[in-house]
């Protein structure tokens, strides 16, 4: 395969929160060195209200986009009137060029102990918000596939509305199919450069090529060349993910469906401006026609 030249394509990371404590609050370095590395720029989701103003603030400094949102693992501790306060800053947010919809919510049964109907509740909220703007939601799909299906076919999604990105998807064909019938684009990231994850590996190659888009989930989520197993974690703390690590991520995909550089690139970025239509504005790029 071709190697990937990072001086002449660029790349889009779908999911990043450059916000998180792991990154020592250097967003703008990460976002400078993930230029360096070919990254073009990306969208910071929120995960609560807390940090609305600061995934904001970042977006603008950073040249990125970002999306509002109530995270389901923050939902434990999120009050009712935040959801009123999230409806408000979406609102507001409509004349931003950089917002670009709702994320991150969904659901997540994988983390015991959380309270599930108080998550079903928050996510129906927020994809009705989602419905009432027109928007596109950023889905944090955790064990929780055919509820979140659910839950999108309740709120009226498909019939040509803007739909989204399921992030990090790990479920079956089938349930991938449900969320593709629909219009989603699905997030590969860290986890599909790992061999054994046989899975992610085999969707990034089975599903149709207008749906991959990249993302790296920063600072989760690391590729296998970042990745510490617990042991050996007490004798140097893990490398936090980051967006510059994209490129490399994108290498794997492209090996995997047999894609050029040049036409992974082109693919993922034209997949990427299609799930989050107000994208290619906050970027200030546009989608090639035929792509």
């Known amino acids: 395969m071709a190697a990937f030249s990072m001086q002449t394509m660029g790349w889009i990371d779908t999911h990043a929160h450059l916000d ?21 720029g990306g969208v910071i989701p929120a995960v609560e209200r807390s940090n609305f103003d600061t995934v904001r603030e970042l977006a603008q400094t950073c040249g990125w986009a ?31 060029p950089r917002f670009v919809g709702l994320g991150e919510i969904g659901l997540d049964f994988f983390v015991p102990g959380l309270d599930l109907a108080k998550q079903q509740r928050f996510y129906q909220a927020q994809l009705r918000i989602a419905r009432d703007f027109d928007l596109p939601v950023i889905l944090h799909v955790r064990k929780s596939q055919d509820a979140l299906l659910a839950g999108l076919r309740r709120a009226g999604f498909g019939a040509g509305r803007p739909a989204g990105i399921a992030h990090a998807f790990n479920g079956s064909l089938q349930q991938a199919q449900g969320f593709i019938n629909l219009g989603f684009s699905l997030g590969f990231g860290g986890a599909v450069t790992f061999e054994r994850a046989l899975n992610i590996r085999r969707l990034a190659v089975e599903v149709p090529e207008t749906v991959p888009v990249l993302e790296t989930d920063a600072p989760d989520i690391p590729p296998v060349w970042l990745y510490r197993p617990r042991e050996a ?13 994209l490129p490399r991520i994108a290498q794997t995909l492209a090996m995997l469906r047999g894609w050029s550089p040049e036409q992974t690139a082109r693919q993922t970025t034209a997949n990427a401006l299609r799930a989050l239509p107000r994208l290619g504005g906050a970027l200030n790029l546009e989608l090639e026609s035929g792509a």
């Open 66 to 96: 970002y999306a509002l949102g109530i995270h389901p693992l923050y939902v434990d501790r999120a009050q009712e009137a935040d959801l009123e306060a999230l409806r408000h800053s979406v609102g507001e947010a409509l004349v931003d």
């Open 233 to 245: 974690r007490d004798d140097a703390p893990p490398t936090p993910n980051s967006p510059e690590q």
């Open 20 to 40: 998180a404590a792991e990154l020592g609050g250097r967003a703008r370095e990460v976002a400078a060195h993930a230029r360096q590395a070919g990254v073009v």
